[in-house]
Each structure stands twice: as C-alpha cells, then as structure tokens.
C-alpha cells in the first residue's frame, strides 16, 4: 500500500523501477526459477473471481462497521485510519454513479480515501468517475504465484525473520510499515489493536525481519477463499537489494499455504513488482485506483 502522495508518481516509476538491476536480488533456488505455465496453474487452483474476493475481504476486515460484501450496490470500507488505501469503495455495481458518490462522500468525510476499480465493478465505472472530476492515482497489477514456488527460499545471511505473536511487538511492527512516517500516534494505536484482533482470531500471520534486534522489514499473509493475500511486505531502505523482501514475502506464501491458500496473490508496487515476478508471480489483472474530490472541490 502506497500513501496518496505517492500513488500519482508511481506510474512513472514504475518503468524505472522494471529495469532495476538484477545483479542486487539474489538468484533464487532452482525451484523458483522454472516458472513456465505458473499463470495457469494458478487460475486453475483459484480462478480471478477467488482472488478478487480475497482481497475484498482483507480491506472489509479493516471497516469499524463490518461491511459485509456484496455482488450489488455499493461496497465501502472505512477504517478511522488517516491513510487513503485504508479506507475507500471497493466496487459499484447495480447502483447509480451519483447516488454512489453522494453515499461515498458523506461515509468517508475528514477521512483520505479511494476508490478501486477492477474486473469486479461496472466495466463504465472508471470512466463515469473520470467524468465526474476523479483522478487516477495508479494502475495496481494484481499478481499470483503457485504457493508450493516459495517452498525453498530462504532468509539472507544476517537476518532472522520470525514471526509477530503478540501485543507486546505490534507496536514495532506496525512502526516499521512503509507508510509509517505518515501516521499520526491515533491511527498506529488503531492499526496496533486490528492486528492484535486479527491475530487473536487467528486471521493472519505477521512476519518480521530483524537484523541486529532491529525490525527492518514486515509481511502479513491473509487466507481467504482459498487465497493467500500478501500484504505490508516492506523492507527499510538501509536494508533493500539483499533479498529481505523475497523471503519476507516467500515465508507469508508458506504460511497462507498451511492455512489452505494454494495461491498466491498480491498487489504490486512499482518498486516491488520486479522481485515479485523474479519469485514466480505472474500478472492476472489490474486494478484502478481513484481519487474522488470532495465536497468543496469543482467537478
């Protein structure tokens, strides 16, 4: 998840970002390297319709309400946290576009938010919001990968990465999020005491990578429609180039894949996107994301 800043100059760096020198991301085991036909296999195991779900249903999870999912209407997501991806509509369908902006307007105001657009809205949803003023703020690629390629990775020399058990480390697991710097102390203790729920109900596993003691990297796994969805995979800027990353992302597949998620998937970034394919992820779709102004701004 990228804050709304960032979101409009991801496009441009995200060509920057595919030539990336190889020569910094360690050769990954022969296991990963055969990825011929991963695509497939992983429409087959869990088609589109699954994976969409999945990640419908990790940013439902974050709405103080419990939004509930739904093929009709509008579905929202509203978390309280100031951070623009944590908080927006998911899909539209069956539903007018004016009477969904109004509903939207009013159920995120003093909130930052978006509005993802993907193969489960309206197809004429993007183009009726670009109408109406909204700006595209990025093209998030949706990737999967066959969850049995991350089998052998492994953590760098020098890093441990262990998993996040209880209160006591959420606060420094949430501190280390990429995004970090742009929360307010409210919305870390928001975000602390989600994960903490989450993790209690046994919804997800939290990894973190340590070098010294020190957190310098995080990923979450989601299993959920027989899909592990990766999420908050970071690693510090100090750290990057060193395979933290892969093996923060490779030991959330395992464990998505203990819990039943045969599939991998993901959205990527533009910085993260080469490493991911590297793994063995392939691209499925995309999703759209929109800012929508507000009230006092002309459409």
Do not use: K
């Not at 489960?120 to 670009?130: F, G, I, N």
């Amino acid at each position: 998840m990228q804050t709304t800043s960032g979101l409009r100059r991801s496009t441009q760096a995200r060509s920057r970002a595919l030539a990336v020198d190889r020569n910094r991301i360690p050769p990954l085991p022969a296991a990963a390297a055969d990825i011929q036909g991963s695509m497939h296999t992983a429409r087959r195991i869990a088609g589109l319709a699954a994976q969409l779900a999945a990640n419908r249903a990790f940013l439902l999870s974050w709405d103080r309400g419990q939004a509930a999912d739904s093929e009709r209407g509008l579905v929202m997501y509203r978390s309280e946290v100031q951070y623009a991806p944590l908080n927006g509509v998911l899909r539209i369908n069956d539903c007018d576009i004016d009477r969904a902006l109004t509903d939207a307007r009013q159920n995120f105001a003093g909130l930052p938010w978006v509005w993802w657009v993907g193969p489960d809205s309206a197809p004429e949803t993007a183009d009726e919001l670009l109408r109406r003023g909204a700006a595209e703020l990025e093209r998030l690629p949706v990737l999967v990968m066959d969850a049995s390629l991350a089998a052998s990775v492994q953590a760098p020399a020098g890093i441990a990465i262990d998993r996040v058990r209880g209160p006591a480390e959420l606060t420094e697991f949430v501190l280390a999020h990429s995004f970090a710097a742009s929360l307010r102390a409210p919305d870390v203790r928001l975000m602390v005491a989600h994960e903490a729920a989450l993790l209690r109900a046994e919804r997800v596993d939290l990894f973190a990578a340590r070098a010294g003691g020190r957190i310098v990297g995080t990923s979450m796994a989601w299993v959920s429609h027989g899909v592990t969805g990766i999420y908050l995979v970071g690693t510090h800027p100090d750290f990057r180039g060193s395979g933290i990353g892969t093996a923060l992302t490779a030991a959330a597949v395992r464990a998505g894949e203990a819990r039943g998620g045969q599939v991998a998937a993901l959205t990527a970034s533009a910085m993260g996107e080469p490493v991911y394919r590297r793994m063995g992820f392939s691209e499925v779709t995309q999703y759209r994301l929109l800012s929508v102004p507000t009230w006092s701004e002309p459409n």
